[in-house]
């Protein structure tokens, strides 16, 4: 294995030698709390990242995966009363489903229609767990979603959550990582930089942009339905295309083909409505501001600068 | 006659109305150099652009093999050996030179999206094959001390080095170079020369389009002469060289005599 590959396998060490610390560091709930938010934003952005920064697809529609797995494991326990892992694998097979009708028609086109598709598929989304209140709750959110269970052991507390969730995280970025260094991480790159190039030497463009962008749907369905037990209640508004826009405002501030950038916009951005709670009301133009100091000033995104270390430098590469 | 390697018939090509190949036909023969050369806008990219499945003609048909290639994809030709180089470089700016060569084995392995996520059995010796062979070719090149730099920040005649490793470390049967000397002084283009020929030499077919005449007739053992989308002639170099018509469609109508210089 080459020096790089130690490097990525360190920083995974050392990261999740973090995640062991923190519970006895600061054991205070609401800490906890955040960083489990921090866990699952960054679930989603890990896929988003493959989708955005390596294959180089914008979507502005992983909100509406991240809810629709968030509503297809709440209702389907809650209501029909469905086990919930068996449910949770059901929501990310149907989320990949749709993911796969949205991109098989649109990624056949050049340029950036998937942006407008995955915005009109946000929105639609949305408006529905909106109007379909008989069966979604409607504004006021659907609740009464039953806790995860491993064995008999009940997961209903910040801490046990925070387990959990940072052990998706963990292994979300294992898989990433593996998928990057790899035959199909080099065809995404390679068509990243010329579709006809990558093609003409044997790269399939279209199947693998839809096979990302299914795959980074999954992760986000996945992360969802990990959200809706952990709270128990779920609500349109968390799901509609501002979020879809802090998340690729995540992956951007992070940096785009970076798998750690992806880690770190997250554990920058998510807490920053609970810092920023005095002028909520310019919570998106703050945001916005970030986007584009970031893009001014760090154009490959924070990450960068720590990429600088030796031993961190694992993304992209040979 | 042995098969060829790639054989058009009447091959048209027209954007809205400009028709740039009518009724294209020629033959490129197993294990040799043939080249396509023409004035600017003769549509010699046009048609390599045609067999390479980018454009889909609407008239005509090109066989690689005996076997119809038109209406192939790009990925399903590099997986039945052809690959092709391109006039303004595609080079992956991002990537590794050594990961730019990598890819060029994609068409000939098979691991994908399941065996990269869980390493699944098979994976890791395929990866080590892939690496393996991309660095013999990258010595073959000449490109081996530049295998960990972005293939972005290469000089330009070598970044033309990487596309042509790209191409051709799947082995392929048939290579189609778009100017493979477009922008390379005299000294690389004499090594691009002396390469081209050791390429041809390990048994593959080349089809070139190319400009600089000194390449062309130093190197090809075929040549087809193309103008306004039209064959105008074919024949070895020196056929073609003194053939009336190559020299009016260079020099211009009122070229007689002295061409030949």
Redesign the interface.
């Known amino acids: 294995m080459s020096g790089r590959g130690r490097g990525f396998f360190l920083g995974l060490a050392v990261l999740a030698g973090l995640v062991v610390a923190v519970p006895f560091v600061m054991p205070n709930p609401y800490y906890l709390n955040v960083l489990n938010v921090v866990a699952l934003n960054a679930i989603v952005v890990i896929g988003l990242n493959l989708l955005i920064g390596y294959a180089g697809q914008i979507s502005l529609g992983h909100a509406a995966f991240y809810g629709l797995g968030a509503y297809i494991s709440g209702i389907f326990t809650g209501s029909f009363g469905w086990p919930p892992w068996p449910t949770m694998l059901f929501a990310a097979v149907s989320v990949g489903g749709l993911a796969a009708l949205i991109g098989i028609p649109i990624l056949r086109l050049k340029g950036n229609y998937l942006v407008m598709a995955t915005l009109g598929f946000n929105l639609i989304v949305n408006i529905l767990t909106v109007q379909l209140d008989d069966l979604t709750g409607g504004p006021s959110g659907y609740s009464g979603i039953p806790s995860l269970e491993i064995f008999g052991w009940v997961i209903n507390s910040d801490l046990r959550f925070y387990i959990l969730v940072w052990s998706a995280a963990l292994i979300a970025l294992l898989l990433a990582r593996n998928l990057v260094r790899s035959r199909v991480g080099r065809g995404l790159r390679a068509l990243h930089g010329s579709e006809v190039a990558a093609a003409a030497l044997g790269v399939p463009t279209e199947r693998y942009k839809v096979k990302i962008f299914v795959f980074s749907a999954v992760l986000a369905s996945l992360a969802g339905s990990l959200y809706a037990h952990y709270y128990g209640i779920i609500t349109p508004k968390t799901f509609d295309i501002f979020f879809s826009v802090e998340l690729v405002t995540m992956c951007i501030v992070g940096g785009l083909g970076s798998l750690w950038g992806g880690f770190l916009g997250a554990a920058f951005l998510t807490p920053l409505p609970q810092v920023l709670h005095f002028v909520e009301e310019y919570k998106d133009i703050i945001y916005g501001g970030i986007l584009v100091l970031i893009l001014v000033f760090l154009p490959e995104g924070l990450f960068t600068r720590l990429g600088r270390l030796p031993w961190l430098a694992g993304r992209r590469s040979p | 006659m042995t098969q060829p390697i790639l054989a058009l018939e009447g091959l048209c090509m027209n954007f809205g109305g400009m028709q740039a190949l009518s009724e294209v036909s020629f033959a490129a023969q197993a294990g040799r150099i043939t080249a396509v050369i023409g004035p600017n806008g003769a549509g010699k990219t046009t048609a390599i652009n045609c067999i390479?499945?980018?454009y889909r003609p609407p008239r005509g048909e090109a066989y690689f093999e005996g076997q119809s290639m038109l209406g192939l994809?790009?990925?399903q030709?590099?997986?039945r050996g052809v690959?092709?180089t391109?006039q303004n470089l595609?080079?992956?700016?991002?990537?590794?030179v050594?990961?730019?060569v990598?890819?060029?084995?994609?068409?000939?392995?098979k691991?994908?999206?399941l065996?990269?996520?869980?390493?699944l059995p098979g994976?890791q010796a395929?990866?080590r094959q892939?690496m393996e062979q991309a660095r013999e070719m990258l010595e073959f090149l000449d490109l081996a001390e530049m295998?960990?730099l972005p293939a972005g920040q290469l000089a330009y005649g070598d970044q033309k080095r990487v596309e042509l490793a790209?191409?051709l470390v799947?082995r392929p049967r048939l290579m189609l170079l778009d100017e493979p000397a477009a922008g390379l002084n005299a000294a690389e283009t004499e090594s691009m020369a002396r390469t081209l020929r050791a390429i041809r030499d390990q048994g593959i077919s080349l089809l070139l389009i190319e400009h600089d005449m000194s390449l062309v007739m130093g190197i090809s053992d075929w040549v087809v002469v193309l103008d306004h989308g039209c064959k105008i002639a074919e024949g070895t170099p020196a056929q073609v060289q003194a053939h009336p018509e190559v020299i009016c469609a260079y020099l211009g109508g009122a070229a007689e005599a002295g061409a030949d210089a």
């Open positions: 390479s499945g980018i994809a790009s990925h030709l590099a997986r690959t092709r391109f595609q080079v992956f700016t991002h990537m590794s050594l990961e730019n990598m890819v060029g084995l994609h068409g000939v392995t691991r994908e999206f065996w990269a996520l869980f390493r994976f395929e990866e892939v295998a960990a790209r191409a799947s």
